[in-house]
């Protein structure tokens, strides 16, 4: 009888336990993003503006953006092209309100700015320049 209440305890709690949560794979309508870009062989930093880019996936466990690293080569792979500067290391900031995104932005802008006292050379690219292309990530 003791083995029988063990049993049906041990049951029990095995379906009381929460279940792991499955990360949902979402496609918001907007995400906010901005390029940064730096190389170990100069001070030349790139930063794009804070960008709208539509139909970009984003995975609700985590709260990562999906495919971020083609976003990232879309702009190595600009910068190789159109300003010669291949060999960057190019990283995508992003954010789900333009808010978000800007204070991102604002912070690491600083950091390379006033922080860095004229270490680096800051370049910006606007849209007109650069802008990134959806990723489409439904497989």
């Given at each position: 009888?003791k083995?029988f209440?063990?049993i049906?305890?041990?049951?029990l709690?095995?379906?009381?336990?929460?279940?792991e949560?499955e990360?949902?794979?979402?496609?918001?309508?907007?995400?906010?993003?901005?390029?940064?870009s730096?190389?170990f062989?100069?001070?030349?930093?790139?930063?794009?503006?804070?960008?709208?880019?539509e139909?970009?996936w984003?995975?609700?466990?985590?709260?990562?953006?999906?495919g971020?690293?083609?976003y990232s080569y879309?702009?190595?792979?600009f910068?190789?092209?159109?300003r010669?500067?291949p060999?960057?290391?190019?990283?995508v900031?992003?954010?789900l309100?333009?808010?978000?995104?800007?204070k991102?932005f604002?912070?690491l802008r600083?950091?390379?700015?006033?922080?860095?006292?004229g270490?680096?050379d800051?370049?910006y690219?606007?849209?007109?320049?650069?802008?990134?292309?959806?990723v489409?990530?439904?497989?």
């Amino acid at each position: 009888m003791k083995i029988f209440k063990y049993i049906l305890l041990a049951l029990l709690l095995a379906g009381a336990l929460p279940q792991e949560m499955e990360a949902k794979r979402i496609k918001v309508p907007k995400m906010f993003m901005f390029g940064f870009s730096a190389s170990f062989q100069d001070s030349i930093i790139y930063m794009t503006d804070v960008q709208e880019v539509e139909g970009a996936w984003y995975e609700t466990k985590s709260k990562f953006l999906l495919g971020r690293q083609h976003y990232s080569y879309q702009l190595k792979d600009f910068l190789a092209n159109t300003r010669q500067q291949p060999n960057r290391v190019c990283v995508v900031m992003f954010a789900l309100t333009r808010k978000e995104a800007e204070k991102k932005f604002i912070k690491l802008r600083k950091e390379y700015t006033v922080k860095a006292k004229g270490k680096y050379d800051v370049r910006y690219l606007t849209t007109t320049d650069f802008k990134f292309q959806p990723v489409d990530m439904s497989e």
